[in-house]
C-alpha cells in the first residue's frame, strides 16, 4: 500500500494532537476545561499589557484578530495556540500550557514589548514582526504587513 500524505493530513494531525493534549491538560487540572467570560479574557489581556508597558486597545485588536477570543483554538498551521496564537516551537514553549489565557497572554504581551524594543517603537513593524516573526522582519527588510496595518489603522481610530 503507498500512503502519502498531503499538508492537509499533517494540519490536521496536528490539530488533533493538539486537542488531546489540551483536553488531557484539563483533566489533568481538574477534569473540566475552565470556561471564561470575555470580561475575565479582557482583565487578564489588561493585566497582561500594562504590566508590559503596552496599550490594552492594542492587545484587545490583536487578540480579536488573532483568535476572536477564543482561546481554546490553534491555528490553521496548527501550531498557532490560544488568545494571541503563541507559536509554542517557535517559543521553546509546552503547547499545552499555552491553551491557559493568562498564560497566553503574558507570553504574547511579553513578546509585543520585546519586539517594541527591537524595533525601537515602530508599531508597524512590530505588529508585522508579531505577524511575520522579527528574523524576517530584519532579514528581509519587511515594513509594512496588510495585517498590522489593519490592526494599526483600527487602534487609531478607537484610541
Request: a negative charge.
Amino acid at each position: 500500500m503507498n500512503w502519502k500524505l498531503n499538508r492537509g493530513d499533517v494540519v490536521l494531525a496536528i490539530m488533533i494532537a493538539i486537542l488531546i493534549v489540551m483536553c488531557y491538560y484539563g483533566i489533568a487540572r481538574g477534569g473540566e476545561i475552565k470556561q471564561y467570560s470575555r470580561a475575565e479574557l479582557e482583565s487578564l489581556a489588561e493585566a497582561a499589557a500594562l504590566k508590559h508597558g503596552l496599550p490594552p486597545l492594542l492587545v484587545f485588536i490583536l487578540i480579536e484578530r488573532e483568535s476572536s477570543w477564543r482561546w481554546w483554538i490553534t491555528g490553521d498551521d496548527g501550531r498557532s495556540i490560544g488568545l494571541m496564537q503563541i507559536n509554542a516551537s517557535a517559543h521553546g514553549l509546552d503547547p499545552a500550557s499555552l491553551f491557559d489565557p493568562a498564560y497566553n497572554v503574558e507570553v504574547g504581551c511579553a513578546f509585543l514589548a520585546r519586539l517594541y524594543s527591537i524595533f525601537e517603537g515602530d508599531w508597524i513593524r512590530v505588529l508585522t514582526a508579531y505577524n511575520f516573526g522579527a528574523k524576517r522582519v530584519i532579514e528581509e527588510d519587511l515594513y509594512v504587513g496588510e495585517i498590522a496595518l489593519r490592526i494599526w489603522k483600527q487602534y487609531k481610530r478607537g484610541e
